[in-house]
């Protein structure tokens, strides 16, 4: 893990950290995530830090009342496909996390950045959009619905490549973003993503052979971060 630097007399110093989890389950990596929380708020992360990982096949709950009806599989069907069901406290609706996946929890004091709520919500995807037109892929948003899409992708509708949710505690950011990179999309189909009926995609069906790796992708979401916030910075 990257330490962040601690001199916050200048903004334009204060940079932010990194964690590669590799593959994590969902409440482990929630656990770390409330610790890395824990080290932003008591400075010694004072940058805040990006927490990279994927997780093995989980699909999770958001707090809108009425997400649950989302959730199209029987228990037999999850068990099946051995993927776990769980509730979570972020925003947003339901949505499905797996390998292939690349997981960024963004735990970030928004105030050392000047950000409000809507601010950060349109970093966030903006952040996605820059990077994926490094790999020559135009994302976009919709209007009413929070992530990234992609038209062209072989549906009339734009389809979603990139979904978001987060919480803020004591103006700190959890939770975050899921970007699909190589993800087996059929285990959508066990879910109304975001509740919205539309269709999913990913960076493998857009590009085929010339998908990027993993570790290409984390190491531009880095870089993007650290630019979209050092802007930010009053």
Request: hydrophobic residues 45%; charged residues 15%.
């Amino acid at each position: 893990m990257n330490a962040a630097m601690p001199n916050l007399a200048n903004h334009r110093q204060t940079t932010i950290a990194t964690l590669d989890a590799g593959i994590t389950a969902y409440q482990a990596a929630w656990d770390v995530q409330i610790n890395l929380h824990q080290r932003v708020l008591s400075g010694e992360l004072p940058g805040g830090i990006l927490m990279l990982v994927e997780h093995p096949p989980t699909i999770t709950i958001g707090r809108r009342p009425d997400a649950h009806r989302h959730l199209l599989a029987s228990p037999a069907m999850l068990s099946a496909r051995h993927v776990e069901v769980l509730e979570t406290d972020r925003g947003g609706d339901i949505t499905f996390h797996g390998p292939g996946q690349l997981v960024v929890y963004p735990i970030i004091p928004l105030n050392t950045y000047n950000l409000k709520l809507h601010d950060y919500m349109r970093l966030l995807e903006q952040v996605v959009i820059e990077v994926l037109a490094r790999f020559s892929v135009t994302g976009q948003r919709s209007p009413g619905a929070t992530g990234v899409w992609v038209a062209g992708a072989g549906t009339s509708a734009p389809a979603k490549i990139c979904a978001m949710g987060i919480k803020l505690r004591r103006w700190v950011s959890l939770h975050g973003l899921a970007l699909n990179i190589t993800t087996d999309l059929s285990y959508f189909d066990l879910i109304n993503p975001c509740g919205l009926g539309r269709p999913v995609t990913s960076l493998s069906v857009l590009l085929g052979e010339h998908t990027p790796t993993m570790s290409q992708v984390k190491t531009a979401m880095v870089d993007q971060f650290k630019t979209a916030l050092l802007n930010a910075v009053p």
